[in-house]
Each structure stands twice: as C-alpha cells, then as structure tokens.
C-alpha cells in the first residue's frame, strides 16, 4: 500500500508540475493558478488518504466447522455468499482458533493473546457460582480500542460471552455501539440494544433477519457520513438451539442446521450488496472465521474431533480473508495461522501500533498479501489449551498430544481416549491429518524436544490450578478473590468468600427463592 501512495503522489507531482509550467509566470497569474489548483490537489490529497483507512468488518460465526461451508467441502447447504468471499480473497485451510469453546477463542480474537495469556481461559457462564462474576478484565487492550484510537466508529453486533456483569460488556471495552444477545441462549436468552434490553426472550427464527438488518443500516449510514467503521458481526449460529427464518426452512438438504447454515449466508450476501451499493466495498476488509469447530464431527472433516477437544476438529476452521483494494490475485494458502495473528494484522491495515506493554502472540499477515513470508519460523510452536490444561502442541508438521489426568481436564472435555493419557502421543498432520497413527515411538528426540516446549509453556501460561509467570490478571468484580476455571473446583474456596460473592449476586440480581447464601459444600474424602 506504502508503494501504492507513493507512485500516485509522484504522478500528483508531475501533474502539477506540468500545470505550472503552461502559465504565465507572473506573480497575478500565478497568484490565480494556485488559488485553483491547490484546492483540488487538497481535496484529491484527502480523497487518497480517505481510500486508504479501510472499513473493517470481522464476522465470527459460532460453531461453524470446517466442512460447514461450500469452499471448505460442505455438500448438503448451498453458500454462494461465503464462497464468493473465498474466491475473490485469500482462502486459508490452516488456522487454528485458540480455544475449542467460546469465551476463550473469543478472548484471543479480541486481544492477539492466547486466552491463558489474557486471563479468560474458562467458559464464562453467569448461571455458574464460580463464574458468574468473572469477565474479560478492563486493562485488557481489545482490537475495538485500536480502532477508536484511529478516529473509527466501533460497532459490535451478536454473541459477546466475554462476561455479563456491566462491567464487562462490549460498551466497557472500546465499542461504541452494541446490539444482540450477549450469552448463549440457554445461558440468558436476553437481547439488547446498546444498555436497552429490546426482547426478555430472544425470537430465534427473527435472529440472522435481526443482525442483518443491523449490519447493513449500519453500513449504510458509515458510508453516507464519510466516518471509518470497525464492525465486529458475532452471529450466534450455528450454535444450539438455533431457528432458521421463515423464508429458510427446508431449503437446504441438511435439516435446520442446513437451513440456518444458509440465511447465514444470506446475511453475508446482504452485507456485501450493502458494501456495493454504498460504494465502500473496494476498501472494506471483511474476514470470515469461526470461534471453534462444530459440536458433530460430520462438519470437522476431514480433522478428527469436535468442539470442546484439542484434536484438529475442534480447532480448525475457515479463515477467509476478502479485501479487494488490496487483494489482486485470489489465492488459497496452506500457510499455517491462527487467531491471535488477527489483532495485529487488523491494526497494521488501519497504521495503528501495537502496546509495547504487553506480549501478543500473533503476527501480522498483510505481507502475505505482497508474496512475503511471515516472520515466525514454520516451526514456531501453537498451544493447545483447553482451560488451564495444556493438551497439545504443533512444531511444524508434528502434533505432540501431552499426557493429562482427569483431574485436569475441564468440565466439557469431551475427549474420551485422552481423559487419562499416560504417555505422550505424537502425529504427523502432513501425513495424517485425521490423527490416527502414532508416531511417538519411531521419533524420540521430536517427542523429548517438544516435551521441554511443554513445561516452558506451562511456566509461562499455566496450568491446571498453577498460575503462569505471563498470565494476566481475570477480570472479576472480586479483585482479590478466586479464580475457579471448574466449577467442581468451587469447594476449595474458603466460606467466607464464598459468602461474600453470593450476598453479592443476591443484591444484582434478587432472587426471592434463596434463602442461604451459602452453598452447599462436598463432603471431603
């Protein structure tokens, strides 16, 4: 883009230039030139810069697998919207989310740091005792905060599930405007409208018509004020329990998953004719990903694993990069990436710098764009997490999956065949991406050395009940109490506390049923 500046303020030079020498070169005649000439050289000078602040739109579906789309192998639902997207933009079949599950991945989206790093590694459910006062903490640094920092409105549309209480919510985290239904639905099927709560109970099969009526009236009067716009679209769907609209049910040929599949995709068709017909598309960068894989393997394939799992399945999903102004040659790229690199890669394409007061585990891939490697050697390590147990590691081609207890694992782990993994078990995803040989015995030293990579990731990011050097503080409206990723953890925080927070959550939140505060406490073995 630099170049691009470049080569059209030498022809705005040469121009001038050209203009300047056909007058009269007297000081009235000059006089006159300048007073028409300079003008429109401001006003195509401000027109340039305007051109190159692009719009940004970031669309994060919830639970789309990697089969889940046309471009990606999906066979029973038609998305000719999402396709499109592939096709005219960079199409990659390697990223990685950062966690299986939602407020996690979400956290790592918004921050460029894996969600250890960030202090939100757990599940944030507000019907939980452990968790209900817990939340992305306020001196985390979000993608939005950039973008205001830059001069952008910041508008916030769909699933935020980074913390409920209000001092978490998208409007405390540098979005200027917030519309949806922040949690799961069977979490709270609560809808709102910046701080207006718009529906008690949330009309699934209104829900994609809802958002995209939003996202288009919002794209319309971005453009018709001339003001940038960041705009992050967190659709709810394909997460459970879902409703297609009306106009959607049984299009498609897989029941109404198929069917909310596809007004999905419509909702992306809707939003790019708004671009078109606004005349901003050319220079809006829209990524489309999802926060992690789906809850049935059919639309992981061909990856092994699920949501709530460190196999591919649960991790790996469409990253679709679509940015016309700057991609000329559509391209799909096995590159690996993941999704902290999207906070340095969204702020590199508005010239915003990032913090030097903190570590992001991302990297900006706008030089891809130009046919340049990334910086970070292929072998660079990505973590598995799921909580505070570290599962798995990838060196390149090789997967190391790491011993665990049950002890360890997370309350949704559904990993069956590692719930008490004794040994290492290591894969070749080049070779085997369905991680079904293990290849631990036949290479040793690939199994030692990532071993050692294993323990300098837990010192630095945690594990199970161990705090990490790196890790960030836990948003929390009990600053000095605990922070218990499992709920069947719960017990070990002392009465007192636990006395505390539940006085407090009776007094936000009233309920005439309860008559103790203090919860029931499990019997010590």
Known sequence: ????????????????????????LNRVGLAIALAYIMPALVLQAESSET????????????????????????????????????????????????????????????????????????????????????????????IAEPFKQQGYATHMVGKWHLGTEPEFLPRKQGFDHYYGMPCNYAHSPKFFDNDEEVFATTPLDQLTQLYTQRVTSIIRDQAKSGEPFFLYY?????????????????????????????????????????????????????????????????????????????????????????????????????????????????SAAIGAPLAKDRVFDGENLLPLLDGMPLKRQTAQPFYYYNCENLQAIRCGEWKLHLPRSKQQLPFWDKNRAFANLQRPVLYNLHSDEAESTDLAADNPEVVRQMMALAQSARDDLGEFMQRGKSQRPTGSLFPDGPVISHEKDWDTVDSITIKAIARERQKRHPDPNTKNVTPRRKKQK
């Open 51 to 142: 051109q190159t602040r692009p719009n940004v739109i970031f669309m994060l579906a919830d639970d789309l697998g990697y089969s889940d789309v046309g471009c990606y192998g999906a066979t029973k639902v038609k998305t000719p919207h999402i396709d499109r997207l592939a096709a005219e933009g960079y199409r990659f079949t390697d990223f990685h989310t950062a966690a299986s599950i939602c407020s996690p991945s979400r956290a790592a989206f918004l921050t460029g740091g894996y969600p250890q790093r960030a202090g939100l590694y757990m599940g944030i459910n507000p019907n939980r005792t452990a968790h209900w006062f817990l939340g992305l903490h306020s001196d985390e640094i979000t």
């Open 234 to 346: 967190a659709h709810n769907y394909p997460h459970t329990p879902y409703q297609a609209g009306k106009p959607f049910k049984g299009t498609s040929q897989d029941g109404v998953r198929g069917d909310v599949m596809q007004e999905l995709d419509w909702s992306v068709g809707k939003m790019m004719t708004a671009l078109k017909e606004t005349g901003i598309a050319n220079n809006t960068l829209v990524v489309f990903t999802s926060d992690n894989g789906p809850t049935s393997n059919t639309y992981a394939k061909p990856f092994r694993g699920t949501k709530y799992v460190t196999f591919e399945g649960g991790h790996r999903v469409p990253f679709i990069f679509h940015w016309p102004a700057r991609v000329k040659e559509p391209s799909v790229s096995d590159i690996s990436i993941h999704a902290m690199d999207v906070f340095p890669t969204l």
């Open 1 to 24: 883009m630099l170049n691009v500046e470049i080569e059209t303020a030498n022809k705005d030079t040469q121009a001038f230039d050209s203009k300047m020498r056909g007058l009269v």
